[in-house]
């Protein structure tokens, strides 16, 4: 019962996500061949909310569910980590044609190919759990 908040809210995710048209490869597409703002406005917009949630988290002291203060720790600047995530990040959007959480949103709308790729990306995640203390950091 206590997951229930949670499932009802990743719903209303990809009920946002579908009606936006983000999950869409037509608009994807468009992105990657600048053709149109519509993907650039909606992820300008998450970045947007997202500094302001972080701002009001850290003003308010809001608290995670386990009633733990929620902290946020400033990482050491590094080129390499952001060139080579970016890169895998961006060739993995583009060939798949989706990133992680519109993934989950397209295999709700019934695009059960999009198992494959979930999984692809579980499988990934845990190599680089793997092999992470051996990545530049």
Not at 16 to 26: C, Q, Y
């Amino acid at each position: 019962m206590k997951l229930l908040k949670f499932l009802l809210l990743g719903i209303f995710f990809g009920i946002i996500m579908t009606k936006s048209e983000v999950i869409s490869w037509f608009r994807i597409q468009e992105m990657f061949r600048f053709q149109a703002f519509h993907m650039y406005g909606v992820i300008g917009t998450a970045v947007i909310l997202g500094v302001i949630v972080v701002a009001l988290i850290k003003k308010i002291k809001l608290k995670s569910t386990e009633g733990n203060p929620i902290e946020f720790h400033d990482k050491a600047f590094s080129i390499y980590r952001y060139l080579f995530g970016g890169i895998i990040f961006g060739l993995g959007w583009a060939l798949t044609g989706a990133c992680p959480g519109p993934i989950f949103v397209l295999i709700g709308n019934g695009y059960v190919v999009f198992i494959l790729i979930a999984l692809s990306a579980i499988a990934g995640t845990f190599t680089y759990g793997v092999i992470w203390d051996k990545l530049p950091h």
